[in-house]
C-alpha cells in the first residue's frame, strides 16, 4: 500500500492505482472524460490534471499517473482550474453545440462538465467539422462532428469487445474516429461504444429521439436472454421501456452489455405483445375475459387431471417456475413436467447431478479471469453468452490466460492472441475429452491427492481403455500429439476453468460430454478452488434456476420427449406450455406439429402469439421481464432480483398471477399469497437457496454454492457420423439471439432478421455458390430452405445454422442427433 | 344626533363621478390594449414554412403546470423535429417560463387573451392552431 496526501486527505492505495484511483478512494471527484474503470487509462482529454507538490509548477495528469509514497495533491488549485477550463473551451471550438437535438444531453459528460466550469465564453475563434453522419446501420448512428477523440469506443472495442471496428485515422487536426476504409460500421453492434461515448458522437438509433435523459425512471433490474445474469437499467418513460442506460458501476460486469441486452429491450413494450387472453371458438382464436379462459382452462386440466403435462421455459422467474411445479404436483396430481425439451439442460440435471453431486457449475464467472489456462469446449461459448466472452477477452489479453479451445468450427474466440484450437470432427467430443483424461492417467497426472477421495476412479480407468489419443485422433481428425499436448497443458496448469455452453441448439452437449469435462476437471484435482472448475453456460436467464428447483420429473412421470410422444399417442390429454415455443425451437419440427394437433387442450402462455400459441385452444397472455418482480438465476449460481419497471400491456397478466389464479380454481385456495411466501417456500425446499431472503439478495445477487460430493462416471463417446456426399449440419445460436423470444427484440432483428446456413468457402466453391444464394437443406427428416452465408469459420463438410428463426425453421431437418446429416441443393 | 354632513359628503362624491370619464371598458364593443410583454396565448415561431421548434423537451420540462406534449420524431434528412406539439390551456398558468426555456426561439406568447370556448377539447392546442401564420 502506498500512503499519499489529495487535497489535505489521507489515502492508502494499492501500488498499481492512479492519482485517479486514489481520489476516488477518498471520495474526491477529479473531473475527466476519456476514462472508464474498465479501460486502460489513457491519457487523451487533460481534463485531469492536478499538481503534485513533489513536480513543482507542473500540472500533471491523474489518469496515467502512478501514485508514489508521500505524494501531496492537489486538485482544485486555480491554476488547474483555469487549465480545465481552457481543455473545455478548445472541445468546444469544434463541438456542434447541438445540444437540443442531440440525445446525450442531459447524460453528457462534456455538457455538464461546461456547465460545472461554467465556460460561458469562448476566448478562440474556429470552424466546426463537417463529417458526413454515419446513418447506414440501424443501430448504432455516428456523428464524428461531436466526437471529442477521447478514443473510448476504439479502446473498449478493442479491449473488452476484441473486435477493433474503430479506432484514429488521420493525423493532426484531421483526425477522426474512423472504421474500416472509413466505411459504414460493420460491426458486431454490441453497442458498448455508445455505452461509453461522453458525448453524443454515437447514439443508439432505436433510441433515437424517443426521449431525453432527464425524463426516464431509471429500473434496475436483469437481463431476459441468456443466463450470464447481466445487470440492467431500463429507461421508462410513460409505461414504455425505451432503452437501456448504461452505469459502469452496475453488477460484476460493469455494465457491459451484449446486443441483445442493450439493443432486445423490446420485447418489454412491443405492439406485437399479446394484451388479452384469447380462446378458440369455431377454429378461430377470439378475445375473451379472464374468468372465461381460466375457467375454461381450469376445467379441462382437472378433466386431465393426472393425464395433464407442462413444458415451461426456463425464463420465468423462480417464484414462477416453482409454483408451476406446485399447480401440477399438488393440485393436479401430475408429475409429468419439463423445460428446454429435456435435452437441453440434461448437462445439469443428470451429468453435473450425478458427477457432482449438485445439478449446477462449479465454477463462477470471476473464476475465469483468475484461471491459468481456459478450456472451452466449442466456439459458440461466445455466440451463446457474448459477456461471458468478453470475461474471456480480457482473461486472455489482460491477465495472459491460456485459451485452448476444443470446437467442431471456428469463431470469435479462436481468433484470440495465442488461443489455440482445436478443430475435430463433429460429434465425437466426448471421445475427444475421454482421450484426455485417458493422457492424464497414463501420464501419471492425475491429482492423486485429490482424487483419492472421489469414488469411481477404478471405473473410469476400465471405462477410458478403448479412448487412447492414437485411436481417436483417427476418429476426430485431431492428431495425438496434439490431443497430448493439451492434456499435459490442461493438467499442469496452475488453474484452469473448461467452460462449456449447452442449450436447445446443442443436442450433443447432454449428461456425456457434462461428465467427460468433470472427470478431466476431478482427475486433476481442478475443481472447488479458485480460478479452477467447471461452467455448463445454460441457455436461458432463469435455466440454472428451472435445473435447482427441479422443473423436471422427478417421481416417474414423462419427461419433455414422453410428454411430445404422449401427445400423439393420445395419454396426454391436456398440454400446459408456459412461455415455450416447441414448433420453433424442438429438434423435429414435423413430428411437434403432429403431437401438437391431436392432443385435446392446449393451452400457451405467452408474451407474443407464438407459432405454437396459434395452434393452442387457449392462449394466455403473460408479462414480459420488465412488467414482474421476482428473482433469476444466473449460470454461476447468482440469485438476482429482477424489478418492475412497467405496468403489464393490456390485459396481460404476470405468469405469477396465472398460475396463482389457476391453482386457486382447482383447489379453492390461492397457493401462495405473495411473491416474497413463494420465495420463502423455495428456500425451505431447495437446500442450495437455503437461508437467502429478499431483502438480502441486494442489488447484486448472492451466489449460492452447495458441498459437493464428487464421482467419476465412464462415459462412451458415440461415433461420428458421417457419410460420403453428406453435410455434417450444426445447430447452434447466432451471436445476435437467444431463443425464440429475441425475434422479437427490434435491435437484434435489425442485424440479423432471418436465418442462413453457414460454410466454408472451399464447400462454397464445390457448390459454385457466389453470395447469398437461396439452397436447399434436406435430411432424412425434411428440409428447409436457407440462404447461404459463406465465411472462414466453417471446415470442409461441416455447416452451420442457427435454430431461433420460425420462418426458417431449421428444426424440420433436425431429430435430435448432435449432428444432423444432409444433403444441399440449389 | 342625526347631521346630514356625511351624507350629503356621500353624495358629492357620486355626483363628481358622474361627470368623470369610466374606468370600466364596456367589454366586448371595447378591449384593453395588452402591454406589450403581456403573457397571452402561445405562438410557435415558423421559419421555412413549418415549426422552428426542433423537440429538446425543455418546454415540457421545465413548465411548473405540466400542460405541454411534445414529441419527437426523425425527418427525412434525420433532423429532429416535434411530431407533436400541445398545450392544454386549462393547465397552463401563463408564467412564460417555456419561453424563456426555448433555446431555439421557436415559442413566444401573444398578446391573444380572449380564450374562453365551449368544450374541454378546445382548449388543447395542437402545433397546428399555435403556429404563428402570420
Same mark, same amino acid.
Given at each position: 500500500?502506498?500512503?499519499?496526501?489529495?487535497?489535505?486527505?489521507?489515502?492508502?492505495?494499492?501500488?498499481?492505482?492512479?492519482?485517479?484511483?486514489?481520489?476516488?478512494?477518498?471520495?474526491?471527484?477529479?473531473?475527466?472524460?476519456?476514462?472508464?474503470?474498465?479501460?486502460?487509462?489513457?491519457?487523451?482529454?487533460?481534463?485531469?490534471?492536478?499538481?503534485?507538490?513533489?513536480?513543482?509548477?507542473?500540472?500533471?495528469?491523474?489518469?496515467?499517473?502512478?501514485?508514489?509514497?508521500?505524494?501531496?495533491?492537489?486538485?482544485?488549485?486555480?491554476?488547474?482550474?483555469?487549465?480545465?477550463?481552457?481543455?473545455?473551451?478548445?472541445?468546444?471550438?469544434?463541438?456542434?453545440?447541438?445540444?437540443?437535438?442531440?440525445?446525450?444531453?442531459?447524460?453528457?459528460?462534456?455538457?455538464?462538465?461546461?456547465?460545472?466550469?461554467?465556460?460561458?465564453?469562448?476566448?478562440?475563434?474556429?470552424?466546426?467539422?463537417?463529417?458526413?453522419?454515419?446513418?447506414?446501420?440501424?443501430?448504432?448512428?455516428?456523428?464524428?462532428?461531436?466526437?471529442?477523440?477521447?478514443?473510448?469506443?476504439?479502446?473498449?472495442?478493442?479491449?473488452?469487445?476484441?473486435?477493433?471496428?474503430?479506432?484514429?485515422?488521420?493525423?493532426?487536426?484531421?483526425?477522426?474516429?474512423?472504421?474500416?476504409?472509413?466505411?459504414?460500421?460493420?460491426?458486431?453492434?454490441?453497442?458498448?461504444?455508445?455505452?461509453?461515448?461522453?458525448?453524443?458522437?454515437?447514439?443508439?438509433?432505436?433510441?433515437?429521439?424517443?426521449?431525453?435523459?432527464?425524463?426516464?425512471?431509471?429500473?434496475?433490474?436483469?437481463?431476459?436472454?441468456?443466463?450470464?445474469?447481466?445487470?440492467?437499467?431500463?429507461?421508462?418513460?410513460?409505461?414504455?421501456?425505451?432503452?437501456?442506460?448504461?452505469?459502469?458501476?452496475?453488477?460484476?460486469?460493469?455494465?457491459?452489455?451484449?446486443?441483445?441486452?442493450?439493443?432486445?429491450?423490446?420485447?418489454?413494450?412491443?405492439?406485437?405483445?399479446?394484451?388479452?387472453?384469447?380462446?378458440?371458438?369455431?377454429?378461430?382464436?377470439?378475445?375473451?375475459?379472464?374468468?372465461?379462459?381460466?375457467?375454461?382452462?381450469?376445467?379441462?386440466?382437472?378433466?386431465?387431471?393426472?393425464?395433464?403435462?407442462?413444458?415451461?421455459?426456463?425464463?420465468?422467474?423462480?417464484?414462477?417456475?416453482?409454483?408451476?411445479?406446485?399447480?401440477?404436483?399438488?393440485?393436479?396430481?401430475?408429475?409429468?413436467?419439463?423445460?428446454?425439451?429435456?435435452?437441453?439442460?440434461?448437462?445439469?440435471?443428470?451429468?453435473?447431478?450425478?458427477?457432482?453431486?449438485?445439478?449446477?457449475?462449479?465454477?463462477?464467472?470471476?473464476?475465469?479471469?483468475?484461471?491459468?489456462?481456459?478450456?472451452?469446449?466449442?466456439?459458440?461459448?461466445?455466440?451463446?453468452?457474448?459477456?461471458?466472452?468478453?470475461?474471456?477477452?480480457?482473461?486472455?489479453?489482460?491477465?495472459?490466460?491460456?485459451?485452448?479451445?476444443?470446437?467442431?468450427?471456428?469463431?470469435?474466440?479462436?481468433?484470440?492472441?495465442?488461443?489455440?484450437?482445436?478443430?475435430?470432427?463433429?460429434?465425437?467430443?466426448?471421445?475427444?475429452?475421454?482421450?484426455?483424461?485417458?493422457?492424464?492417467?497414463?501420464?501419471?497426472?492425475?491429482?492423486?491427492?485429490?482424487?483419492?477421495?472421489?469414488?469411481?476412479?477404478?471405473?473410469?480407468?476400465?471405462?477410458?481403455?478403448?479412448?487412447?489419443?492414437?485411436?481417436?485422433?483417427?476418429?476426430?481428425?485431431?492428431?495425438?500429439?496434439?490431443?497430448?499436448?493439451?492434456?499435459?497443458?490442461?493438467?499442469?496448469?496452475?488453474?484452469?476453468?473448461?467452460?462449456?455452453?449447452?442449450?436447445?441448439?446443442?443436442?450433443?452437449?447432454?449428461?456425456?460430454?457434462?461428465?467427460?469435462?468433470?472427470?478431466?476437471?476431478?482427475?486433476?484435482?481442478?475443481?472447488?478452488?479458485?480460478?479452477?472448475?467447471?461452467?455448463?453456460?445454460?441457455?436461458?436467464?432463469?435455466?440454472?434456476?428451472?435445473?435447482?428447483?427441479?422443473?423436471?420429473?422427478?417421481?416417474?412421470?414423462?419427461?419433455?420427449?414422453?410428454?411430445?410422444?404422449?401427445?400423439?399417442?393420445?395419454?396426454?390429454?391436456?398440454?400446459?406450455?408456459?412461455?415455450?415455443?416447441?414448433?420453433?425451437?424442438?429438434?423435429?419440427?414435423?413430428?411437434?406439429?403432429?403431437?401438437?394437433?391431436?392432443?385435446?387442450?392446449?393451452?400457451?402462455?405467452?408474451?407474443?402469439?407464438?407459432?405454437?400459441?396459434?395452434?393452442?385452444?387457449?392462449?394466455?397472455?403473460?408479462?414480459?421481464?420488465?412488467?414482474?418482480?421476482?428473482?433469476?438465476?444466473?449460470?454461476?449460481?447468482?440469485?438476482?432480483?429482477?424489478?418492475?419497471?412497467?405496468?403489464?400491456?393490456?390485459?396481460?397478466?404476470?405468469?405469477?398471477?396465472?398460475?396463482?389464479?389457476?391453482?386457486?380454481?382447482?383447489?379453492?385456495?390461492?397457493?401462495?399469497?405473495?411473491?416474497?411466501?413463494?420465495?420463502?417456500?423455495?428456500?425451505?425446499?431447495?437446500?442450495?437457496?437455503?437461508?437467502?431472503?429478499?431483502?438480502?439478495?441486494?442489488?447484486?445477487?448472492?451466489?449460492?454454492?452447495?458441498?459437493?460430493?464428487?464421482?467419476?462416471?465412464?462415459?462412451?463417446?458415440?461415433?461420428?457420423?458421417?457419410?460420403?456426399?453428406?453435410?455434417?449440419?450444426?445447430?447452434?445460436?447466432?451471436?445476435?439471439?437467444?431463443?425464440?423470444?429475441?425475434?422479437?427484440?427490434?435491435?437484434?432483428?435489425?442485424?440479423?432478421?432471418?436465418?442462413?446456413?453457414?460454410?466454408?468457402?472451399?464447400?462454397?466453391?464445390?457448390?459454385?455458390?457466389?453470395?447469398?444464394?437461396?439452397?436447399?437443406?434436406?435430411?432424412?427428416?425434411?428440409?428447409?430452405?436457407?440462404?447461404?452465408?459463406?465465411?472462414?469459420?466453417?471446415?470442409?463438410?461441416?455447416?452451420?445454422?442457427?435454430?431461433?428463426?420460425?420462418?426458417?425453421?431449421?428444426?424440420?431437418?433436425?431429430?435430435?442427433?448432435?449432428?444432423?446429416?444432409?444433403?444441399?441443393?440449389? | 344626533?342625526?347631521?346630514?354632513?356625511?351624507?350629503?359628503?356621500?353624495?358629492?362624491?357620486?355626483?363628481?363621478?358622474?361627470?368623470?370619464?369610466?374606468?370600466?371598458?364596456?367589454?366586448?364593443?371595447?378591449?384593453?390594449?395588452?402591454?406589450?410583454?403581456?403573457?397571452?396565448?402561445? !405562438?410557435?415561431?415558423?421559419?421555412?414554412?413549418?415549426?422552428? &421548434?426542433?423537440? %429538446?423537451?425543455? $418546454?415540457?420540462?421545465? #413548465? +411548473?403546470?405540466?400542460?405541454?406534449?411534445?414529441?419527437?420524431?426523425?425527418?427525412?434528412?434525420?433532423?429532429?423535429? !416535434?411530431?407533436?406539439?400541445?398545450?392544454?390551456?386549462?393547465? &397552463?398558468?401563463? %408564467?412564460?417560463? $417555456?419561453?424563456?426555456? #426555448? +433555446?431555439?426561439?421557436?415559442?413566444?406568447?401573444?398578446?391573444?387573451?380572449?380564450?374562453?370556448?365551449?368544450?374541454?377539447?378546445?382548449?388543447?392546442?395542437?402545433?397546428?392552431?399555435?403556429?404563428?401564420?402570420?
Amino acid at each position: 500500500m502506498v500512503n499519499l496526501t489529495i487535497d489535505d486527505k489521507q489515502v492508502s492505495v494499492p501500488k498499481d492505482a492512479t492519482i485517479f484511483d486514489a481520489a476516488k478512494a477518498a471520495g474526491i471527484r477529479i473531473p475527466i472524460l476519456c476514462h472508464d474503470k474498465k479501460l486502460h487509462p489513457f491519457g487523451g482529454c487533460r481534463m485531469c490534471l492536478v499538481e503534485v507538490e513533489q513536480m513543482k509548477g507542473r500540472q500533471i495528469p491523474a489518469c496515467t499517473t502512478p501514485v508514489t509514497e508521500g505524494m501531496i495533491v492537489r486538485t482544485q488549485t486555480d491554476d488547474i482550474i483555469k487549465a480545465r477550463r481552457m481543455v473545455l473551451e478548445l472541445l468546444l471550438l469544434k463541438h456542434p453545440i447541438d445540444c437540443p437535438v442531440c440525445d446525450a444531453a442531459g447524460d453528457c459528460d462534456l455538457q455538464n462538465l461546461t456547465y460545472e466550469y461554467k465556460v460561458n465564453s469562448n476566448r478562440f475563434q474556429d470552424e466546426k467539422f463537417s463529417h458526413s453522419i454515419d446513418y447506414e446501420n440501424p443501430l448504432i448512428e455516428r456523428d464524428m462532428n461531436r466526437c471529442i477523440h477521447c478514443g473510448k469506443c476504439a479502446r473498449i472495442c478493442d479491449e473488452i469487445v476484441s473486435f477493433g471496428a474503430y479506432t484514429f485515422i488521420s493525423r493532426g487536426i484531421e483526425a477522426k474516429m474512423g472504421t474500416q476504409f472509413d466505411g459504414p460500421l460493420n460491426c458486431e453492434f454490441c453497442g458498448s461504444c455508445v455505452s461509453v461515448c461522453p458525448v453524443g458522437a454515437l447514439i443508439s438509433r432505436p433510441f433515437k429521439f424517443k426521449a431525453r435523459w432527464w425524463a426516464l425512471d431509471k429500473v434496475k433490474t436483469v437481463c431476459s436472454y441468456c443466463s450470464t445474469g447481466c445487470n440492467l437499467t431500463l429507461g421508462v418513460k410513460d409505461n414504455k421501456v425505451l432503452t437501456t442506460i448504461y452505469d459502469e458501476n452496475q453488477g460484476w460486469h460493469n455494465g457491459q452489455l451484449c446486443v441483445r441486452g442493450r439493443f432486445g429491450y423490446q420485447i418489454a413494450s412491443s405492439d406485437k405483445r399479446l394484451t388479452t387472453p384469447l380462446i378458440r371458438k369455431n377454429g378461430k382464436l377470439e378475445a375473451a375475459s379472464w374468468d372465461e379462459a381460466l375457467t375454461l382452462v381450469a376445467q379441462n386440466l382437472k378433466k386431465a387431471g393426472a393425464a395433464a403435462a407442462g413444458l415451461v421455459t426456463p425464463r420465468l422467474t423462480n417464484e414462477e417456475l416453482y409454483l408451476f411445479k406446485k399447480l401440477f404436483k399438488d393440485a393436479l396430481g401430475s408429475d409429468s413436467i419439463d423445460h428446454s425439451a429435456g435435452y437441453a439442460h440434461s448437462a445439469l440435471t443428470a451429468g453435473a447431478a450425478e458427477s457432482l453431486g449438485y445439478p449446477a457449475s462449479s465454477a463462477t464467472i470471476a473464476d475465469i479471469q483468475k484461471a491459468d489456462l481456459l478450456l472451452v469446449v466449442k466456439s459458440d461459448a461466445y455466440e451463446t453468452h457474448p459477456v461471458i466472452g468478453f470475461e474471456i477477452n480480457l482473461g486472455v489479453k489482460r491477465k495472459d490466460v491460456d485459451l485452448r479451445i476444443v470446437s467442431d468450427k471456428k469463431g470469435k474466440l479462436t481468433k484470440l492472441p495465442k488461443a489455440v484450437t482445436y478443430l475435430h470432427k463433429p460429434g465425437c467430443e466426448v471421445s475427444l475429452l475421454n482421450a484426455l483424461a485417458k493422457t492424464i492417467i497414463d501420464e501419471n497426472l492425475v491429482d492423486a491427492a485429490f482424487t483419492g477421495g472421489v469414488a469411481g476412479l477404478d471405473l473410469l480407468k476400465k471405462g477410458l481403455e478403448g479412448y487412447t489419443p492414437e485411436k481417436v485422433a483417427d476418429a476426430c481428425g485431431i492428431k495425438a500429439d496434439a490431443i497430448k499436448t493439451l492434456a499435459r497443458d490442461y493438467a499442469k496448469a496452475g488453474k484452469a476453468v473448461i467452460l462449456l455452453p449447452i442449450g436447445l441448439g446443442y443436442p450433443g452437449h447432454g449428461k456425456e460430454l457434462a461428465q467427460a469435462v468433470i472427470n478431466l476437471s476431478l482427475l486433476t484435482g481442478k475443481i472447488g478452488k479458485e480460478g479452477c472448475g467447471v461452467l455448463i453456460m445454460a441457455e436461458k436467464n432463469n435455466s440454472q434456476g428451472a435445473v435447482d428447483l427441479g422443473l423436471y420429473p422427478t417421481a416417474g412421470g414423462k419427461d419433455a420427449g414422453a410428454i411430445i410422444d404422449g401427445c400423439a399417442a393420445g395419454t396426454v390429454k391436456a398440454l400446459y406450455l408456459a412461455g415455450e415455443n416447441p414448433l420453433v425451437s424442438y429438434p423435429n419440427q414435423q413430428k411437434i406439429a403432429a403431437a401438437l394437433a391431436k392432443v385435446e387442450f392446449l393451452v400457451v402462455q405467452d408474451l407474443f402469439l407464438t407459432e405454437t400459441a396459434a395452434k393452442a385452444h387457449v392462449v394466455l397472455p403473460a408479462c414480459s421481464f420488465a412488467e414482474k418482480d421476482g428473482t433469476y438465476t444466473s449460470v454461476e449460481r447468482r440469485v438476482q432480483r429482477v424489478n418492475r419497471a412497467i405496468k403489464p400491456m393490456g390485459l396481460a397478466k404476470s405468469d405469477f398471477d396465472i398460475l396463482n389464479a389457476l391453482y386457486t380454481a382447482l383447489t379453492g385456495n390461492a397457493a401462495y399469497a405473495n411473491l416474497a411466501e413463494a420465495f420463502t417456500a423455495i428456500t425451505a425446499a431447495v437446500p442450495a437457496y437455503k437461508g437467502l431472503t429478499l431483502q438480502g439478495l441486494g442489488e447484486n445477487g448472492v451466489v449460492v454454492h452447495t458441498p459437493s460430493k464428487p464421482k467419476f462416471v465412464a462415459v462412451a463417446g458415440a461415433a461420428p457420423r458421417a457419410e460420403e456426399g453428406k453435410f455434417a449440419l450444426l445447430t447452434g445460436s447466432a451471436l445476435y439471439h437467444c431463443g425464440t423470444m429475441s425475434l422479437h427484440g427490434e435491435g437484434p432483428m435489425h442485424v440479423c432478421p432471418e436465418g442462413y446456413l453457414e460454410l466454408g468457402r472451399e464447400d462454397a466453391k464445390a457448390l459454385k455458390l457466389e453470395g447469398d444464394e437461396l439452397l436447399t437443406v434436406t435430411s432424412a427428416t425434411g428440409s428447409v430452405k436457407l440462404k447461404a452465408k459463406i465465411g472462414l469459420r466453417m471446415p470442409q463438410g461441416v455447416v452451420f445454422a442457427p435454430y431461433h428463426f420460425a420462418a426458417q425453421p431449421i428444426n424440420s431437418v433436425t431429430a435430435g442427433d448432435a449432428v444432423t446429416l444432409v444433403t444441399i441443393s440449389r | 344626533m342625526f347631521t346630514p354632513v356625511p351624507l350629503i359628503k356621500g353624495l358629492l362624491i357620486t355626483l363628481k363621478h358622474l361627470f368623470m370619464k369610466p374606468v370600466t371598458l364596456q367589454y366586448p364593443d371595447e378591449k384593453v390594449a395588452p402591454f406589450p410583454r403581456f403573457r397571452g396565448l402561445h !405562438a410557435l415561431n415558423v421559419s421555412h414554412n413549418r415549426s422552428k &421548434c426542433v423537440a %429538446c423537451y425543455l $418546454c415540457p420540462t421545465v #413548465c +411548473p403546470a405540466k400542460c405541454i406534449t411534445v414529441e419527437a420524431a426523425e425527418d427525412d434528412k434525420h433532423d429532429k423535429y !416535434a411530431s407533436k406539439y400541445e398545450i392544454d390551456l386549462l393547465r &397552463c398558468i401563463f %408564467c412564460g417560463y $417555456c419561453v424563456d426555456a #426555448c +433555446p431555439v426561439d421557436a415559442l413566444k406568447m401573444t398578446s391573444a387573451y380572449e380564450l374562453a370556448s365551449y368544450k374541454r377539447d378546445d382548449f388543447v392546442f395542437t402545433q397546428e392552431r399555435l403556429l404563428d401564420k402570420r
